[in-house]
């Protein structure tokens, strides 16, 4: 994007229409990226293995932590480079632009050859018993540690091009891989093609993300009259750029990390009921995705935005820019409350033919569902908070969201109302952290 469809995007255009098309490009690849995770949910659940299904919401935890090393350079990039835009410094946004990727990649393969190494006990500990490990260690080797490099670079690459205002090519990218899995995942997975089962839904995963980032990687090397560079002679520069870069995506790294620890210790609750209830649990957490993804998506978009006008000293706009997010973030998440609150044991019965399951994914999901209003206003504030640079506050709003609170509401949770109780701490926890995180944002605002 040149300089000035930039400036037009950012400063001129009309704000809804701006925010739109940040957010539309974003939104629509959370959008595939629900679609290609309900899929492996889906065509393993036709195998009616709860086993296999349990095995991949075991190694789910281990996704969110792929998404947290990414996120930790792409996000505080993405806020960085925005940022250095609004205040007009190009040469300096080429520099974290250029950072941010090299160091995603050296961090993509250190994580994944960490997870290599101790993958046994990881699995044990994200809730993985004697049915499920097999299927899980299979399905992980090929997602996580075949993928995993290709997964967060992808992920970096898309944060670094939606920086600078190219919503779309970044959304188009991630999209791809999206596609390719949803196709490639009943070939590998059912018993009339390669019945490769679990293990064929990680391989699908796998490829689909190498593919994506290929096509990243492609836009990144050919895009012409843009900021936007991974010139690794520029990597010199990490010095005076690094510390900005992770301190902000510290924040966003730190709540998946947490998410993962809070996921994988809901799951090690309920693995000590059955596994019919575990693999309820996988079912819910993919239709829990819809509002989550699409609130992701909105926020995800909004970045680059609140980034830019925060650092040109345009208030108004950033304001503005803000609550249209947020309007359409809640308006999505409500729709998904009516629609699981009536329809519960019909969604779940879509993924699984086993009638114990369906009844403990219906019971799960009417609760769970009722934090998603709060997720959606609560993500967006933690993203301004990335946006202004404020590294305190979006780190304690990310951190009450997931790991500060969950864990310990778990044990007094399912004490009170067993198993069933596990479901109601994720409302709990949004509440607090939403209430929070407007206490912050009032503080911000009168300081101003």
Not at 127 to 151: C, E, H, K, P
Not at 159 to 168: F, H, K, L, T, V
Not at 336 to 360: G, K, M, R, S
Request: proline share 4%; with cysteine; charged share 15%.
């Amino acid at each position: 994007m040149n300089s000035n469809d930039r400036i037009e995007l950012f400063e001129k255009m009309p704000v809804k229409r701006a925010v739109i098309k940040q957010i539309m490009p974003a939104v629509a690849a959370q959008m595939v990226a629900v679609i290609y995770s309900l899929a492996d949910t889906y065509f393993v659940g036709m195998l009616n293995s709860p086993a296999q299904t349990a095995a991949v919401t075991v190694v789910a935890p281990c996704f969110i932590m792929l998404t947290a090393v990414a996120n930790l350079f792409g996000v505080g990039g993405s806020s960085l480079i925005a940022r250095k835009l609004g205040q007009h410094l190009e040469q300096e946004a080429r520099e974290v632009s250029s950072v941010t990727f090299w160091w995603g990649l050296i961090s993509a393969l250190a994580f994944c050859l960490l997870f290599t190494a101790f993958e046994k006990p990881i699995l044990n500990l994200c809730g993985a018993d004697i049915q499920s490990f097999g299927y899980a260690l299979s399905y992980a080797r090929w997602a996580v540690v075949f993928g995993g490099v290709f997964t967060i670079s992808a992920s970096v690459s898309a944060n670094i091009i939606r920086a600078e205002g190219s919503a779309g090519t970044a959304s188009r990218g991630l999209a791809l891989g999206g596609i390719l899995n949803i196709v490639l995942d009943p070939l590998f997975i059912l018993p009339q093609f390669l019945d490769m089962g679990a293990e064929g839904a990680g391989l699908a995963t796998a490829l689909s993300n190498v593919v994506s980032a290929l096509f990243l990687l492609v836009c990144l090397i050919r895009r012409r009259q843009s900021v936007v560079c991974i010139d690794p002679i520029l990597i010199r520069s990490t010095r005076n750029h690094i510390k900005s870069i992770l301190s902000i995506g510290f924040a966003s790294a730190i709540q998946l990390a947490l998410t993962m620890v809070g996921v994988a210790a809901q799951a090690k609750f309920v693995s000590a009921y059955t596994t019919e209830a575990v693999a309820a649990l996988g079912i819910v957490k993919k239709l829990d995705q819809l509002p989550l993804y699409f609130t992701i998506g909105v926020s995800v978009g909004l970045l680059p935005m609140l980034a830019y006008n925060h650092a040109a000293g345009n208030e108004r706009r950033l304001k503005d820019s803000f609550r249209f997010g947020c309007t359409l973030s809640v308006f999505v998440a409500l729709a998904c409350v009516v629609v699981y609150e009536l329809f519960a044991p019909q969604l779940a019965a879509l993924f699984i033919d086993d009638t114990l399951t369906v009844d403990y994914s219906a019971g799960f999901l009417r609760r769970m569902v009722l934090a998603m209003p709060l997720m959606a206003l609560a993500h967006p504030f933690i993203t301004q908070f990335q946006a202004m640079g404020r590294v305190k506050e979006s780190l304690i709003c990310s951190m009450l969201r997931k790991g500060a609170l969950d864990i310990p509401l778990l044990f007094i949770f399912d004490a009170l109302l067993p198993l069933y109780g596990c479901m109601w701490v994720q409302p709990v926890v949004d509440s607090i952290s939403l209430a929070v995180a407007i206490i912050f944002y009032r503080r911000i605002k009168r300081a101003a």
